[in-house]
Nanobody
């Protein structure tokens, strides 16, 4: 299984970006897909997750109301829509997936990881 994260870039405060996480080698069906981020000098932290079957979602308090997570079965892809971006959202964003966990905000519970995509929020 390989995960490919994409969509990062430079955006001004208040702007939006949409990150994508595509899987190859296995369908996302029955998985939980999570997004994590790591800012310079800080630990990797949970951002959001989606349960593929049923679509239940969870968000870190820091992004609630600004970020949404969704899935596209036809494209076997999960999206993280980020709105009202702030400078503190600047980080490398990673997508991760696991087919054993129903939900987790702990990165150690995810078996598969993408390579990360840089998001920079700056004027």
């Amino acid at each position: 299984v390989q995960l490919q994260a994409s969509g990062g870039g430079l955006v001004q405060p208040g702007g939006s970006l949409r990150l994508s996480c595509a899987a190859s080698g296995r369908t996302f069906r029955s998985s939980t897909v999570g997004w994590f981020r790591q800012a310079p000098g800080k630990e990797r932290v949970f951002v959001a997750s989606i349960r593929w079957n049923g679509g239940s979602t969870h968000f870190a308090d820091s992004v609630k109301g600004r970020f949404t997570i969704s899935r596209d079965s036809a494209k076997n892809t999960v999206y993280l829509q980020m709105n009202s971006l702030k400078s503190e959202d600047t980080a490398v964003y990673f997508c991760a997936a696991d087919w054993q966990k129903i939900y987790s905000d702990y990165d150690g519970d995810y078996a598969y990881w993408g390579q990360g995509t840089q998001v920079t929020v700056s004027s």
